[in-house]
């Protein structure tokens, strides 16, 4: 019996009817909120870790239902850390490390409070209590998961950032916290390099000030710094100490667990907080309800500290799940790379990418052929829109029946709105189903629902961990902004409700089609379309890298559609290649959906976490002056320049 069996015969009993098929358990879900995520605290058996006055009922549980400024379960103290060393008897490991060169570390279930314990003394003595802040500069290494648990047991907060941003783009996100300590790394390896991080790293402590204590994984040696070793606490020394315990402190259920940020790609980077309750219900949901994690699954989604993907995984521990690590290239030294990974370690549920499951597919390879996957019962895939064709592709390629979970969702509830989910069909270019306890709907301007037809995606019911505010925004006025501030035509909703910015189709069964951001447009003489649907086409054939398409407004109501490409080597952008993506496109699509021109471009701009820049290089193009792209914010920042270059050539 899965854990979602387990979980719909528990909430039948609360509902006192039966509830027989998915559909119904969402459906109770989002009618009976306080019952749900009650029914949720109590399967997991949360009493037992945390000081709570649930007996008083419903407005225990969800004593305002106004977005924003949701209150849950007022009255609750409780702590992340709790609830994963809940599981601290259990044989094994908790968490393997591997790098690039195969090396591979691990820490034990036994050994985890150990560690745990050792850096929350030494953060205890940097002076890190309730309320402070410690910043991270870090691979997705072991130690960067011991760090985070070690701050929030003591109820301070925690924010990442990954080294492969610059000292000053993650002083942008980091100085605004005003940490007590910094954890850093030495460096890492990375396309089959060393990258030496040590004077990164203290420079970024330089910039996040004086006071700053600063805690450095790997030898801080003298490199080109200097001699940084009186300035420096060397992670080793810290975890030394084997006589201390965690003893994790009770927090309000609201209470900050970490601050995660925004791109930030044409403003200062948004801190987006999150408290302890709210993550560990969501997650304890996504994790174990939605995707039958438990103690015996081994859970590795390929992620960096800076992508919410990183605290989505370390979810894994408050089931009892064994979690992977791994800094490097997911695909060094090649396309094989992570696959290689899911057979060593015997992988349950592997996390990805869209774009290194294309890669996996134009190098030509079959990992289930080369690898022994048989542990494989789930594969998850994430950052951008699972094309219909690459379910066909890991279905043939990588394991027969093999559950595909295409999960929507984001930084700003750092969990998944909608998603792959135990026992619901998979069908290829689909999200199977609305996750428990998300109203997500697809709205017509006017704020009507939708079905079968393309809408704005709004949540009209709270999430426990939407965010707690933004930081530096005592007003709330930049939260609201951003999710409730939109304007429907007509009346409008009665209450607002979360819109979060992209274009979804709802069907009749009730999975989602995702078509890219509706900030993004592509609105053609009055018909507005979605990207995704195209990246879906173009990107599927063989000499297309990636593609890029845009939409352009210019006078006299002219619109420019250009769709830019990258190639894979050895292909050439032909008459016959053009010719032959505008003929699929139109064939799969429609007429209005192909490009004016199809244009080679040195690159294509990413966020750092891997999003395509369509909103600020669609008005770059525009040749719009207030655009200001942050270069600290954008995988390639030179490719900016090119794309202002193809806006100021082009002739209307």
Known sequence: MTVFDRFAEKFSERAGAPLTSYDDVWQRSVTDLPGFWRCVWDFFELDEIAETPLDRGDDAVLADDTMPGAVWFPGTALNYVDVVLRHADLPGEAIVGLDEDGNRTSVTWAELPVRVGAV??????????RGDVVAAYLPDIPEAVIAFLATASLGAIW??????YAPEGAAGRLAQLEPTVLVSAAGYR??????DKRADSVTLAGL????????MVGDPGAGDVGDPGAAVVRWSEVIADESRRPEPVKVAFDHPLWVLFSSGTTGRPKGIVHGHGGVVLE?????????????????????ALSWMMWNYQVAGLLVGARIITYSGSPLYPDADRLWQ??????????????????????????????????????????????????????????KAGLPVSSISGGTDVVSAFAGGTTGVEVVAGELSARYLGVGLESWSPSGRPLIGEVGEMVVTTPMPSMPVRFWNDPDGERYRKAYFAHEWEGEGPAKPVWRHGDWVTVTERGSLVIHGRSDATLNRHGIRMGSADIYEVVEGMPEIAEAFVLGVDGPDGKYWMPLFVTLVPGAEL????????AAEVKTRLSPRHVPDEMILAPGIPHTRTGKKLEVPV?????GRSEVNVDPKSVDDYGLIEWYAEQGRAHRW
């Open 341 to 398: 990974i899911v057979a060593d370690e015997r992988v349950t549920f592997f996390g990805t990418s869209p774009g290194q499951l294309q890669a996996s597919r134009k190098a030509g390879l079959h990992p289930g052929a080369d690898h022994d996957l048989s542990a494989l019962r789930l594969l998850g895939s994430t950052g951008s829109t699972l094309a219909a064709d690459l379910f066909g592709w890991i279905d043939e390629n990588v």
């Open 283 to 303: 997650h304890l949901k996504a994790a174990a309800i939605q995707s039958d994690l438990d103690t015996e699954s081994v859970f590795f989604w390929q992620t």
């Open 574 to 581: 032909t008459d016959e290649l053009s010719a032959r993506v």
């Open 208 to 215: 996040l000030g004086d006071e700053v204590t600063h805690i």
């Open 190 to 195: 990375y396309n089959g390099k060393e990258v």
């Open 618 to 622: 669609t008005a770059i193009l525009a």
């Open 120 to 129: 929350a003394h030494a953060l205890r003595e940097a002076g890190v209590g």
């Open 159 to 164: 924010s990442g950032c990954g080294q492969d």
